[in-house]
């Protein structure tokens, strides 16, 4: 299996990615064999990947790490880098390569102190691969003053370290940076290559992969986790049930307050599948005593893990949120493609009832109307706004169409 298998309905960026990886094959092969350098290459230092959520930002940024680090004797022989097979690759690709580092965040913001590590170890040499790698995947989360240290790094780097930043759009990335990266623009899969990767990759089944490619618009890891989670399923339901519930104030505000309830009790369940671990393994660290009492001097680290993990609830609950509404803006665009006559077949064909009854009981200039007040709130809580009280407003909103 190449390295290029999971890269999913990016043709044009898979070619330009393998064209680099071969240049930067040679060029490492011609330095440790004392030969000059080839003059002109594909490759270069600093790339950035965008694209919209689920377009597989950071499996390519991933998979082009694999192939730079790529150790198959077949590129002897005119293979090209990214067999897949040899330790060169599957190591980068499951996170445990020496020399790709891999930085995403699960709080609302990349900071100063991280981000000059970063730059401190891309200018180490690799210890035992052909390029040290940095792939950086929340690049958008970067405050102005990381991006600032981030600059000097990305201007001058070591002669063997890339740089891969991933970010949903060139916009989310400061000027300066941006001018300095080779930018690569993934789109949005087609769902038949979302549900093919789910059947051959995951096992799932064709009927069921077909039906959340659909109902995620191509999103490979939310169609992942339709496809396998119970409760990802139990979630969408519920959200898709709001627009028959806006009947009248009482509705909205209840059905307000449960897609905050939802968005709260995902981030409780992620709290309590890594916050616990995170806790005992750093009292081990300190050398907590017997019956959970703690060294003296040991409540600053204690404190400071504690406002991660609440910072990281913040992220988990928005993140949560922001996915509902995301659902519930799919509902209304199926809707608004049966009353103007579309053939295109609806991303949400299971609740295909509940779509009629919406398209019959409003218009299109209602329907577009409603489309505007969820993005509306999307933007209300970029904005941090009152979660409840944005949501309230739309759900308002939705009810007068």
Request: a neutral charge; hydrophobic letters at 40%; proline letters at 5%.
């Amino acid at each position: 299996m190449a390295v290029w298998d999971d890269v999913v309905g990016q043709e044009r960026v898979q070619e330009q990615l393998s064209a680099a990886a071969r240049d930067a094959d040679a060029q490492v092969t011609a330095q440790s064999a004392g030969a000059p350098v080839p003059a002109a290459s594909k490759m270069t230092h600093a790339w950035l990947f965008t694209g919209p959520p689920g377009s597989g930002r950071s499996t390519a940024a991933r998979a082009f790490a694999a192939a730079l680090q790529c150790t198959s004797p077949d590129r002897a022989l005119g293979g090209a880098p990214g067999c897949g097979f040899c330790d060169g690759c599957h190591t980068a690709l499951v996170g445990t390569h020496a020399d790709v580092e891999v930085i995403r965040t699960d709080l609302l913001s990349i900071g100063v102190g991280q981000t000059r590590e970063l730059v401190r170890r891309a200018q180490l040499s690799p210890a035992v691969g052909r390029w040290q790698v940095i792939i950086l995947e929340d690049a958008d989360r970067l405050t102005e003053g990381a991006g600032n240290v981030l600059l000097k790094a990305v201007e001058e780097p070591a002669p063997r370290t890339v740089w891969l930043l991933c970010a949903p759009s060139i916009e989310d990335v400061l000027p300066t940076i941006r001018s300095r990266c080779r930018h690569l623009t993934l789109r949005t899969p087609p769902a038949a290559a979302v549900a093919d990767v789910l059947i051959r990759r995951d096992g799932i089944e064709p009927d069921v992969a077909a039906a959340v490619a659909r109902a995620t618009q191509g999103h490979i890891g939310r169609a992942r986790r339709l496809a396998t989670d119970e409760r990802a399923r139990a979630r969408r339901t519920a959200v898709l049930k709001l627009p028959l519930r806006v009947e009248d104030i009482g509705g909205c505000l209840r059905g307000a307050q449960e897609l905050i309830d939802a968005a709260a009790e995902d981030a409780k369940q992620v709290a309590e599948d890594i916050d616990v671990k995170e806790t005992e393994d750093l009292k081990a660290a300190l050398g907590a005593q017997a019956g959970g009492r703690m060294p003296r001097g040991t409540a600053g680290a204690m404190k400071e893990l504690e406002d991660r993990q609440k910072r990281r609830k913040t992220r988990t609950q928005r993140d949560s949120l922001d996915l509902a509404l995301t659902d519930l803006t799919s509902f209304y665009r199926d809707v608004l493609a049966l009353q103007l006559g579309s053939r295109v077949e609806p991303a949400n064909g299971d609740v295909r009832d509940s779509l009629d009854r919406v398209a019959r009981s409003s218009t299109p200039e209602g329907t577009l109307r409603r489309i505007e007040a969820v993005v509306a709130c999307r933007k209300a809580l970029e904005r941090n706004v009152a979660p409840l009280l944005a949501v309230e407003a739309m759900a308002v909103s939705l009810r007068a169409g």
